[in-house]
């Protein structure tokens, strides 16, 4: 059964870093593209990041580009996001998912809250 | 960045209605075209890729077709599992992966 769980959100200050990591299992991780998308608060949907099985191609959304960062373990079977220079407008749920054919599978999502 | 516009935004039905909805993208996106299911407190849920692809696992009252910039996601007869946010999804000029804005599927 595929899973995938993430961790690491919390309340953070304006300008503050935090880094959301998320465990997958299930399935053969190095072989699958991850990506990681957020929801505000009673809003919808917003891709924010995607990172190769390899490694080697990253994507970040505008929104995000220059303070975040996606990387990943395939031998820890896990996919991480740095975020630094936090803002109030990136107060969201965070879900990573894998990329197949559509978004197949989504973690069950990390609520981060960016406050002072 | 392509745009995905979905109507309506929200429908009142009852169950055993036959709902449509709508997905339109602001360029041809070909059949690059995923639908996802959202419950309030859960994360989206997979139900149809490239455009009529029933995931593994989804019942058939679901249903997907289009091409191009139109596309429509229906449900045959609703169940009193089915209210909830639904959501397109273009993968046809990445990046971004963009979503429509949902439509919200309530009880009549």
């Known amino acids: 059964e595929v899973q995938l769980v993430e961790s690491g959100g919390g309340l953070v200050q304006p300008g503050g870093s935090l880094r959301l990591s998320c465990a997958a299992s299930?399935?053969?991780?190095?072989?699958?593209?991850m990506m990681w998308i957020r929801q505000a608060p009673g809003k919808g949907l917003e891709w924010i990041s995607y990172?190769?099985?390899?490694?080697?191609?990253?994507y970040y959304g505008d929104s995000v580009k220059g303070r975040f960062t996606v990387s990943r373990d395939n031998a820890k079977n896990s996919v991480f996001l740095q975020m630094n220079n936090l803002r109030g407008e990136d107060t969201a749920i965070y879900y990573c998912?894998?990329?197949?054919?559509?978004?197949?599978?989504w973690g069950q999502g990390t609520l981060v809250a960016v406050s002072s | 960045d392509i745009q995905m516009t979905q109507s309506p935004s929200s429908l009142s039905a009852s169950v055993g209605d036959r709902v449509t909805i709508t997905c339109r993208a602001s360029?041809?996106?070909?059949?690059?075209l995923s639908w996802y299911q959202q419950k309030p407190g859960k994360a989206p849920k997979l139900l149809i890729h490239?455009?009529?692809g029933l995931q593994s696992g989804v019942p058939s009252r679901f249903s997907g077709s289009g091409s191009g910039t139109d596309f429509t996601l229906t449900i045959s007869s609703l169940q009193p599992e089915d209210f909830a946010t639904y959501y397109c999804?273009?993968?046809?000029?990445?990046?971004?992966?963009?979503f429509g804005q949902g439509t919200k599927v309530e009880i009549k």
């Open positions: 998912a894998r990329d197949d054919y559509g978004t197949d599978f």
């Open positions: 299930g399935f053969t991780f190095s072989r699958y593209a």
């Open positions: 990172i190769s099985g390899s490694s080697s191609t990253t």
């Open positions: 360029q041809n996106i070909a059949t690059f």
């Open positions: 490239a455009t009529s």
């Open positions: 999804q273009q993968s046809y000029n990445t990046p971004p992966w963009t």
